[in-house]
């Protein structure tokens, strides 16, 4: 079974690959048959007016200037490049007469690239209403990115500093999203903020740092993140950061969700997390994995010196670790409560538990197996132990 996982893995992440080349392909090919032109909103030129009079369906190359003081709608666009000269930027007005949800909207497009550019305003970038091939690059954000409605987005080096949003980025309704690289920060705010957030979507992720999030990845809604090197740009391993101590969760995976950290192509996407969770443990921590849902970590995942629970598992939901590394927690390294699993697998570097206050910890009606490929355990509350991953089977 581990080797048809593994093949299907690779498999994904070439396919992946073969998408990417496509679009260079494409793009390649409308790049010689481009008109492109130039807005200098610092003159009193207007990017709006200027989208409204193109052809939606001629590649267009749309190079921008100064300041654009409007809200801008890419609605209806096939292969639309928004390329920002140095400075350049997208400002919401202080006026939003048509109520529009966002400073930049993306809806029903295709090949849409954004480059280049700062977006500032409370309501940032949303792309839905089932675009695609849409990329992001180099892009600076105030307060976050919506991605929704089956939408597929690729965010590259992307940065985001929540101002009075909620989350860095948001992926719904079954959207596909792509992330490399980029900041995902908050102001000080007194704000509930998340860097990612994913409810019933699929994200790839890698090459990105997540700081003083409340929670770092938040997946609910039957979502998926999988942790997988795709793009040789931005970066490998994602870090979360916790040094102004405001962190609840690194890694919330709820409600039938998913983690995934077994990348199959070297190098392989690490997670890396520090400082997670807060003094009272409680169910705070690193990743905390509940109702129904699960997490699948190789050697990619690195949880250190803890303020909560390193890997906590509940309510009839299971982990996998393989080469793990959870140490230095103030309270639990791995803990399974209310008909819960916590499964060891063997590894030619095993899982390393070892330095928290309770290494491992589980109530009367959780198990955690293999034990027998842990390193590293001092200190032991469970009477649920197997040194296997099953019990003696016929």
Not at 114 to 124: A, E, F, I
Request: glycine share 14%.
């Amino acid at each position: 079974m581990l080797e048809k996982i593994s093949k299907l893995s690779v498999t994904f992440r070439w396919l992946l690959v073969g998408m990417v080349s496509i679009l260079f392909l494409v793009s390649t090919a409308y790049g010689q048959n481009t008109l492109t032109l130039t807005v200098n909103c610092d003159n009193g030129q207007s990017l709006t007016r200027t989208l409204s009079e193109l052809n939606k369906q001629t590649p267009t190359t749309v190079i921008v200037q100064g300041t654009c003081s409007e809200l801008v709608t890419i609605d209806g666009f096939e292969s639309l490049t928004l390329r920002g000269q140095s400075g350049a930027a997208i400002q919401q007005p202080v006026t939003n007469p048509h109520f529009n949800s966002n400073v930049l909207s993306i809806t029903g497009s295709r090949g849409i690239t954004v480059s280049n550019l700062v977006v500032h305003g409370p309501s940032g970038i949303g792309i839905g209403k089932g675009s695609s091939e849409v990329l992001l690059k180099d892009v600076d954000v105030d307060d976050g990115i919506v991605v929704y409605e089956e939408s597929q987005v690729w965010l590259v080096k992307v940065n985001v500093n929540i101002i009075s949003g909620f989350a860095a980025f948001q992926v719904y309704d079954k959207s596909d999203v792509h992330i490399t690289g980029g900041m995902l920060k908050r102001a000080s705010n007194g704000l509930w903020n998340v860097g990612l957030f994913v409810g019933s979507g699929h994200v790839t992720m890698q090459g990105t740092t997540i700081r003083d999030m409340q929670i770092g990845i938040d997946i609910l809604g039957s979502g998926s993140v999988d942790f997988v090197n795709v793009n040789p740009v931005g970066g490998v391993d994602v870090t979360i950061e916790n040094p102004a101590g405001t962190n609840i969760n690194g890694v919330l995976v709820a409600d039938g969700s998913s983690l995934n950290l077994n990348g199959a192509v070297p190098p392989n996407p690490r997670l890396l997390i520090s400082n997670a969770g807060q003094t009272w443990g409680g169910n705070s921590g690193a990743v905390f994995v509940t109702n129904g849902s699960t997490l699948d970590a190789g050697a990619g995942l690195v949880v250190s010196g803890t303020r909560g629970q390193g890997v906590i598992v509940t309510n009839n939901s299971h982990a996998t670790l393989n080469g793990s590394s959870i140490t230095g927690g103030s309270h639990g390294g791995l803990v399974v409560a209310n008909l819960s699993t916590i499964d060891v697998q063997p590894s030619s570097s095993p899982t390393l538990v070892g330095g928290n206050a309770a290494d491992l910890f589980c109530d009367s009606n959780s198990l955690i197996t293999g034990t027998a490929n842990l390193v590293g355990v001092s200190t032991v509350n469970c009477g649920n132990l197997l040194s296997g991953n099953t019990v003696p089977l016929p």
